[in-house]
């Protein structure tokens, strides 16, 4: 291209200057000022939200969640007003981030499901830091809770991640739950055995102990005729934090003193009776 036949007085300055320059230059202005004091009321908002929600009975984490959620959507919404702004299609760019984010869910699926089901176990709370819980064939203490994993110590001091999901969708039980809880024991005594006498032990042993609560009241109740023995149930209620060490306790009493009292606490076993008279050699070969 030859540009010294090129003629610049042919070039209309003004007119470009006038059409092009002063429009484009004024959006790309406001384009600025529409996200710059978009911001600003993003954080306004947020800042708003949040307090809100910190008057409320919200988990910490949750509020934080929730928080952060509502700044990049009201960021996503100032960004697309300046683009806007600026005479770009936000159709289309809406369009791709549409399409980018189903793509992004169908990959993470199972991320994006222990994530919803974090969001409704620190919502609906069935269960709280130091419950000692049973869940996804795991059982511990819950050291923490995660958007998408719960933390939890097992009683031999094992860190266990369990992901959100597999407790959501399964049975939670919460050992810690409720104030009270029943020991549940079952004592075998030998059919040959005084049967009011090891009740009388084992009441004695049960009412005994400070830690057995009067109300409701403890029970002492011969539950089944086993194959083998004569099944006592022991039912007595205790504070949940005493559960296990009264449990033990009680266990180990009630072992010692059956035994001092000559009762005995039979293993399976089987009598067999045999008819007629046994067979002679000659009968067997």
């Known amino acids: 291209m030859d540009l010294s036949s090129f003629d610049l007085s042919k070039i209309d300055l003004e007119k470009i200057f006038v059409e092009y320059v002063i429009p484009w230059g004024t959006n790309f202005i406001f384009a600025i000022a529409i996200f710059l004091i978009g911001s600003l009321v993003a954080k306004w908002v947020v800042r708003l939200v949040g307090k809100a929600l910190g008057k409320s009975k919200l988990d910490v984490m949750l509020i934080g969640f929730l928080t952060n959620i509502l700044r990049w959507v009201l960021l996503l919404v100032v960004i697309i007003a300046a683009l806007d702004q600026l005479r770009v299609d936000t159709t289309s760019f809406i369009a791709i981030l549409g399409a980018a984010g189903l793509a992004v869910g169908l990959a993470l699926k199972d991320s994006l499901q222990n994530f919803a089901s974090g969001v409704l176990l620190i919502l609906f709370r069935p269960f709280r830091i130091g419950d000692f819980i049973e869940a996804a064939s795991t059982a511990g203490v819950v050291e923490e809770i995660k ?132 067979p002679t050699k000659e009968e067997v070969s």
């Not at 039980?173 to 006498?197: C, F, M, P, S, T």
């Not at 090891?198 to 009412?207: F, H, N, S, Y």
């Not at 102990?209 to 209620?237: F, M, N, T, Y």
Request: hydrophobic share 40%; with cysteine.
């Open 147 to 278: 958007i998408f994993s719960t933390m939890l110590r097992t009683p031999d001091n094992r860190e266990v991640i369990v992901p959100n999901g597999d407790i959501y969708s399964g049975n939670i039980v919460n050992n810690n739950a409720k104030e009270n809880r029943r020991i549940d024991l079952v004592i075998g005594i030998g059919y040959d055995d005084d049967l009011r006498e090891a009740k009388k032990i084992l009441e004695g042993i049960v009412t005994s102990d400070d830690r057995v609560l009067e109300d409701p009241a403890p029970l002492i109740a011969v539950g089944e005729l086993g194959a083998s023995s004569v099944d006592i149930l022991v039912r007595p209620w205790v504070k949940t934090s005493d559960f296990f060490s009264t449990k033990c306790d009680l266990t180990e009493r009630i072992k010692l003193a059956l035994d001092d009292a000559g009762i005995s606490i039979p293993y399976p076993q089987m009598d067999l009776h045999i008819n007629g008279e046994a």
